[in-house]
């Protein structure tokens, strides 16, 4: 049943971070003319589908818009029954709009326009440091590393967020967040 305004409810944060005080509304945009109800810790809604952030690559973007993705089914249940904030890099958009159709592409900037409205999407505009990307690129010199991985890497370590949905498992894998912690890769257990 879709969410209208009147019966929206609100939920209030403790004031830890600058954007926490503001009201929240319990319905959020999926895609267009359909709404999501968002689980409020205490709720109804199942424990293990309420994570505060995860850190967003690529290889998710592409697996929710290309239907002929081997990940385009579990992306699409992951973002079902998610119930938090994206964080992602200008770069991780930067190439999953380049590996998307026209057609694809249209759909993933109208969901970024979508999630991003509602405050559900966080895109990293911390000026790149170009020595930290060369430094994680010469300690893992033996895995593939591009440079949204790197960014990916550095949002990690700035955010602290380990949680990470990527189709790239095998580097992630070996990619440490604050150089000793691994990243939790969400969709491995979908």
């Not at 945009?29 to 505060?52: C, E, I, M, W």
């Not at 992602?88 to 249209?106: F, K, P």
């Not at 990470?164 to 990619?175: E, G, K, Q, S």
Request: charged share 30%.
């Amino acid at each position: 049943m879709p969410c209208n305004r009147a019966s929206r409810s609100i939920s209030w944060r403790k004031p830890a971070r600058r954007w926490a005080a503001s009201p929240r509304p319990s319905c959020r945009p999926f895609r267009r003319g359909q709404l999501v109800r968002h689980a409020v810790p205490g709720s109804d809604a199942s424990a293990n589908t309420y994570v505060k952030n995860v850190v967003v690559d690529s290889g998710f973007l592409i697996g929710l818009f290309d239907e002929t993705d081997p990940l385009h089914g579990r992306c699409r249940g992951f973002l079902r029954d998610y119930r938090g904030r994206f964080l992602t890099t200008e770069a991780v958009i930067t190439e999953a709009l380049a590996l998307l159709s026209h057609a694809q592409q249209l759909r993933c900037l109208d969901w970024l326009g979508d999630a991003a409205q509602a405050k559900l999407l966080v895109v990293d505009r911390e000026p790149v440091d170009f020595r930290a990307v060369e430094k994680l690129a010469r300690k893992y010199a033996d895995q593939p590393m591009d440079f949204a991985d790197a960014s990916v890497i550095l949002l990690a370590n700035r955010s602290g967020v380990r949680e990470i949905l990527t189709a790239d498992r095998r580097d992630f894998a070996v990619y440490r967040v604050a150089g000793r912690v691994r990243f939790i890769d969400v969709l491995a257990g979908e």
